[in-house]
């Protein structure tokens, strides 16, 4: 049995627990609240400030653990380096997690050391600064904090007279204490997708089959498995996905999100060293191994055979309405368990804000199935479902 710290305890973090729990582990769940989804389920749960060193470094040394799973951005990285030195396992590792947490340190490292194919981008520490970078960019761009989640503080800019705005959205939605934005050209793509990536200890980078995905104000609303993709360009891309995160170093599971374009080809959009949100698909049993149980197995080390699509697959997101300390309660779930081949996934998140994510609909059919009428499905039911 490991002893495994988790840092974050959202929605993932708890599948990633109970993933854990039924392979005999030990979890430790950290966020800043209490009675995060995570919290709920682990064996013990402490709350801290992540961003606080001294917190984080307290919490280590009270609980000793084998190994650290980041799972949100709002870290003391750094920190993470001198665990490491301890002897304790950090996931996918140190390096991998100080630099994906902040999307300056990624995109030069893809575009500029590995040569990886991204849009134009420049960064801002001011207003001046962004508006510059706007004129050599144009319009439309995409202006977005180095650190955040779930699409916080992320703007599509149609003209200059939208950058003071773009500016105060971005620097209150960045996580941490960076002030710092980046713009970057907007790719006019046909589609998005995410690659879900495993790198092990002992064996090949593996790929998961391609999962296309909706987004909607940058964050995600609903994703489909498999996503349909040129041969040539999914090689592409899965060639991309094993050079970054080998350079990245580290064992674990990454979603690595491209943008393709039938006119010039894959893009290297982000990457996040851990289970990725669009990846909740495959708890619609869509693969053998879903992402969660893919990214326990290559953290301890442990073999996975293979990873094949076994249905096809849709999610669709809960929002809520409301802003609440309140409990929040749900209208419509038995509406949602009419449904054949249906799943309903409520988070517990404690409380509510206006489009937080409370929970998802997961639905499956046979490979064969009209992709279509299948998201068409998915998002329909999750729609009976009112938050109050």
Same mark, same amino acid.
């Given at each position: 049995?490991?002893?495994?710290? /988790?840092?974050? +305890?959202?929605?993932? $973090?708890?599948?990633? !627990?109970? &993933? *854990?729990?039924?392979?005999?582990?030990?979890?430790?769940?950290?966020?800043?609240?209490?009675?995060?989804?995570?919290?709920?389920?682990?064996?013990?749960?402490?709350?801290?400030?992540?961003?606080?060193?001294?917190?984080?470094?307290?919490?280590?040394?009270?609980?000793?653990?084998?190994?650290?799973?980041?799972?949100?951005?709002?870290?003391?990285?750094?920190?993470?380096?001198?665990?490491?030195?301890?002897?304790?396992?950090?996931?996918?590792?140190?390096?991998?997690?100080?630099?994906?947490?902040?999307?300056?340190?990624?995109?030069?490292?893809?575009?500029?050391?590995?040569?990886?194919?991204?849009?134009?981008?420049?960064?801002?520490?001011?207003?001046?600064?962004?508006?510059?970078?706007?004129?050599?960019?144009?319009?439309?761009?995409?202006?977005?904090? /180095?650190?955040? +989640?779930?699409?916080? $503080?992320?703007?599509? !800019?149609? &003209? *200059?007279?939208?950058?003071?705005?773009?500016?105060?959205?971005?620097?209150?939605?960045?996580?941490?204490?960076?002030?710092?934005?980046?713009?970057?050209?907007?790719?006019?793509?046909?589609?998005?997708?995410?690659?879900?990536?495993?790198?092990?200890?002992?064996?090949?980078?593996?790929?998961?089959?391609?999962?296309?995905?909706?987004?909607?104000?940058?964050?995600?609303?609903?994703?489909?498995?498999?996503?349909?993709?040129?041969?040539?360009?999914?090689?592409?891309?899965?060639?991309?996905?094993?050079?970054?995160?080998?350079?990245?170093?580290?064992?674990?599971?990454?979603?690595?999100?491209?943008?393709?374009?039938?006119?010039?080809?894959?893009?290297?959009?982000?990457?996040?060293?851990?289970?990725?949100?669009?990846?909740?698909?495959?708890?619609?049993?869509?693969?053998?191994?879903?992402?969660?149980?893919?990214?326990?197995?290559?953290?301890?080390?442990?073999?996975?055979?293979?990873?094949?699509?076994?249905?096809?697959?849709?999610?669709?997101?809960?929002?809520?309405?409301?802003?609440?300390?309140?409990?929040?309660?749900?209208?419509?779930?038995?509406?949602?368990?009419?449904?054949?081949?249906?799943?309903?996934?409520?988070?517990?998140?404690?409380?509510?804000?206006?489009?937080?994510?409370?929970?998802?609909?997961?639905?499956?059919?046979?490979?064969?199935?009209?992709?279509?009428?299948?998201?068409?499905?998915?998002?329909?039911?999750?729609?009976?479902?009112?938050?109050?």
């Amino acid at each position: 049995m490991k002893k495994i710290l /988790l840092l974050g +305890s959202g929605e993932l $973090g708890k599948e990633f !627990v109970i &993933s *854990a729990q039924r392979k005999g582990q030990y979890i430790i769940a950290c966020d800043s609240y209490p009675g995060a989804p995570a919290m709920q389920v682990a064996d013990e749960y402490e709350v801290l400030d992540m961003l606080n060193g001294e917190e984080l470094e307290r919490v280590v040394k009270r609980h000793q653990p084998d190994i650290i799973v980041p799972e949100i951005e709002a870290i003391r990285t750094e920190r993470l380096y001198d665990f490491e030195r301890q002897g304790i396992q950090v996931v996918p590792s140190a390096r991998a997690v100080n630099f994906t947490m902040n999307r300056k340190a990624i995109r030069d490292l893809a575009a500029k050391e590995l040569g990886l194919k991204t849009a134009k981008y420049f960064y801002a520490t001011s207003f001046e600064e962004l508006k510059a970078a706007a004129d050599k960019i144009g319009f439309p761009c995409v202006v977005k904090p /180095l650190m955040s +989640s779930s699409g916080k $503080g992320q703007s599509l !800019v149609k &003209s *200059a007279d939208e950058l003071q705005h773009a500016w105060e959205y971005g620097c209150s939605g960045s996580r941490g204490d960076i002030r710092e934005l980046i713009i970057e050209e907007f790719i006019r793509f046909d589609s998005e997708i995410t690659l879900l990536t495993v790198t092990q200890k002992n064996g090949p980078t593996l790929f998961c089959p391609p999962i296309g995905h909706v987004q909607k104000g940058g964050d995600y609303r609903e994703s489909f498995q498999p996503a349909h993709i040129d041969p040539a360009h999914l090689l592409e891309a899965q060639d991309m996905a094993e050079k970054v995160t080998h350079s990245l170093t580290g064992a674990g599971l990454w979603g690595v999100e491209f943008f393709l374009s039938h006119e010039h080809g894959v893009y290297f959009s982000e990457l996040s060293p851990r289970p990725h949100d669009t990846g909740m698909v495959t708890l619609a049993g869509t693969q053998n191994l879903n992402e969660f149980e893919l990214h326990l197995r290559a953290v301890l080390g442990w073999p996975i055979p293979n990873i094949k699509q076994e249905k096809a697959g849709v999610s669709a997101v809960i929002l809520s309405t409301i802003s609440s300390q309140e409990t929040p309660q749900y209208k419509g779930m038995e509406e949602v368990t009419k449904e054949e081949d249906t799943y309903l996934r409520i988070f517990g998140k404690p409380f509510t804000r206006v489009n937080r994510r409370m929970g998802i609909v997961l639905c499956y059919a046979p490979l064969n199935v009209n992709m279509n009428a299948l998201r068409d499905k998915a998002k329909c039911i999750a729609a009976k479902v009112e938050v109050y």
